[in-house]
């Protein structure tokens, strides 16, 4: 895919949903009198482009510029500098014909009136979307049928559950029949069902040509759904390739997945203390702690790994896989 | 079993006037559910009206010279009751998102935030106008007030006028307040004073002549007066005639309103600049 240097004529910005170049915003914090008193980059200047129908996915750590990015390109927020085109439209110029044409899904409990009705809720958005009063009547119920809230419609949004919500989030951002849709980390705080059927909606959305652009933590998330997927780290996009291309990036290492019991941190610096890692991270809170390990040398690793286990700490299963998109992910942010 | 590819497409609604309609509708639908879907609406629409109502006569009640004396109580009450209403509500209209967590998807919509913020001033007042309503059967039925109206059609449009009026000075405190996240601060503080300089209870001519100003510049001290004209055989008020106090409360509502739409504008790229409009 050609990646353009500068801002693209009309003709050639009508071959890419979104366009970004350069893009930079600066929040800054002012004292009393006026007077800035400190300043932070959210967005150092970052490029990249998703043709129509393309499913992108972005990527990247909390505070890394995902949300910033989103909201600068649903014309929520101004850029400090740069250019960003939605469909052809500026973002700066053209808000409300762009906000016409796109769809946005806030992630978690934000963005519903709770105290009244999913109906109410998308009669309400899509008047405020100016869609035709008829064709409304007919799409929300179909719409509710789709996300799977036919039956529950007349009841309060606060008795939803957090995986209704999210659906609900998804019908309130179609009710416009948008060409492009923003998704902030849609799967946040689901549990796997309900997550599973949000990825399922994504796909469909997708099959119908929709253009789509999905901000994630879950790195399976986007190597299943997402055709492209850019990496932002402190304001700037650091990677952006295919998941199989991105992949490639870590084929030189295996990757020993541990489920333990007992272990401390001391072991896992023990572990990183090893010439041979490359990279450990551990999860050590949970009820069954887990720590990977990223090693050139797989399963020869083992005699190490298990020579260094505390006294009454167990290993309880060991995988050696080969590396995910996340293993590419940790690289390219800690680097 | 309905799939995505079997929605109908989302056809917009054209024209200026059909769009703005739309939105005005909504936004109204929108804040008449969530009103009644709070059961504390009988607080500030049921009880504080009737005790305005109660305090007012008795401590009147001594001094009355008549049945048009209490109907000029009873119209000061029920303005009361319209401007606290309006106050109170239109002041949350929009900040009620921010503690929703809708803000962000309110300012997502392809309409300008006054659009959205007037249809819910206009509910919030229209409350207001049923709150004076219930002031007013109080009066009728619990103290005998006697409501015959020097002239009922001057007093119908002069309602209909007040009611626009505390409107787009709803709109225009939105503003304020969509800025500030003290709102309810600001809302507080301005019940009382405006009470006063309206003239809701006694006539503003009796105020400090530096606070005359301050009286003129509000559109509701002129609705009063109009209302009060039409309502009260012989009322001696301020200087105006009906009519001029018609035409003074107009220009100072279109004043409201200019101001009103130019300050969301002022806001809307406002927060678009500082990206923290959402946050509570």
Not at chain 1, 207 to 219: D, E, F, N, P, V
Not at chain 2, 74 to 91: E, F, H, K
Not at chain 2, 248 to 256: D, P, V
Request: charged share 20%; hydrophobic share 45%; net charge neutral.
């Amino acid at each position: 895919m050609q990646v353009l240097e500068q801002k693209p004529t009309d003709a050639e910005s009508r071959e890419w949903a979104v366009w970004v170049k350069g893009l930079t915003r600066e929040y800054t914090t002012r004292n009393f009198f006026g007077g800035v008193t400190r300043s932070t980059w959210a967005l150092s200047g970052i490029d990249f482009q998703i043709a129509y129908g393309e499913l992108f996915g972005l990527i990247g750590p909390n505070g890394a510029g995902k949300t910033t990015t989103i909201k600068i390109l649903t014309t929520l927020l101004t850029p400090t500098g740069g250019d960003a085109l939605i469909l052809g439209l500026d973002v700066r110029k053209d808000l409300y014909e762009i906000r016409r044409r796109i769809g946005i899904v806030f992630g978690g409990e934000r963005g519903l009136y709770n105290r009244v009705s999913a109906v109410d809720n998308l009669r309400y958005f899509s008047d405020l979307y100016g869609v035709d009063p008829g064709v409304a009547r007919k799409r929300i119920p179909q719409l509710l049928e789709v996300v799977g809230l036919a039956g529950r419609e007349k009841e309060r949004v606060e008795k939803y559950s957090r995986g209704m919500k999210q659906r609900l989030h998804i019908a309130k951002a179609l009710v416009h029949d948008p060409e492009l849709i923003f998704l902030d980390e849609p799967t946040i705080g689901l549990d796997p069902a309900g997550a599973r059927d949000i990825r399922n909606m994504v796909r469909d959305l997708k099959a119908q040509g929709k253009t789509i652009l999905l901000t994630t933590h879950y790195m399976f998330e986007a190597e299943e759904l997402c055709q492209r997927v850019g990496v932002i780290s402190k304001g700037k996009i650091v990677a952006l390739d295919t998941p199989s291309e991105l992949k490639n990036m870590v084929r030189d290492i295996s990757v020993i997945d541990l489920k333990t019991y007992g272990a401390t941190m001391d072991y896992v610096e023990a572990l990183r203390a090893l010439p041979i890692v490359v990279r450990v991270v551990a999860d050590l809170e949970s009820e069954q702690q887990s720590i990977r390990i990223q090693t050139p040398l797989g399963a020869d690793l083992l005699p190490k790994v298990v020579a260094a286990l505390p006294e009454g700490a167990k290993i309880i299963d060991r995988t050696i896989k080969e590396p995910t998109l996340e293993d590419a992910y940790l690289r390219l942010v800690e680097e | 079993m309905v799939s995505m590819h079997d929605l109908p497409p989302g056809k917009r609604v054209s024209g200026y006037f059909a769009q703005k309609a739309q939105v005005l509708k909504a936004s109204i639908f929108l804040t008449r559910k969530l009103f009644f879907a709070d059961p504390q609406w009988v607080i500030p629409n049921i009880i504080a009206p009737f005790v305005f109502t109660m305090v007012a006569f008795f401590l009147f009640q001594g001094q009355t010279s008549g049945s048009s004396f209490l109907l000029y109580l009873v119209l000061g009450s029920g303005l009361m009751g319209m401007w606290g209403t309006t106050i109170y509500a239109s002041a949350n209209s929009i900040g009620f998102d921010r503690w929703n967590g809708t803000m962000e998807a309110t300012l997502a919509a392809p309409v300008p935030l006054s659009w959205i913020a007037l249809g819910r001033v206009l509910f919030n007042t229209l409350q207001g106008v049923l709150n004076a309503v219930f002031i007013l059967v109080i009066g009728l039925a619990w103290f005998r007030v006697g409501f015959s109206l020097v002239n009922p059609a001057a007093f119908f449009l002069a309602s209909v006028a007040t009611f626009l009026s505390l409107s787009s000075f709803g709109l225009l405190l939105t503003t304020v307040l969509l800025l500030s996240r003290k709102g309810g601060f600001i809302t507080n503080s301005m019940e009382i004073p405006v009470y006063i300089a309206t003239g809701t209870m006694f006539p503003i001519i009796l105020l400090p002549i530096v606070y005359l100003p301050f009286a003129f510049m509000l559109a509701p001290t002129w609705g009063i007066e109009a209302i009060r004209i039409a309502a009260l055989p012989g009322y001696v008020g301020l200087p105006t005639t009906y009519w001029e106090d018609m035409v003074i409360m107009a220009a100072e509502t279109f004043a409201y309103l200019g101001l009103a739409f130019f300050l969301f504008k002022r806001v809307e790229a406002y927060a678009k600049r500082i990206g923290t409009l959402e946050e509570y």
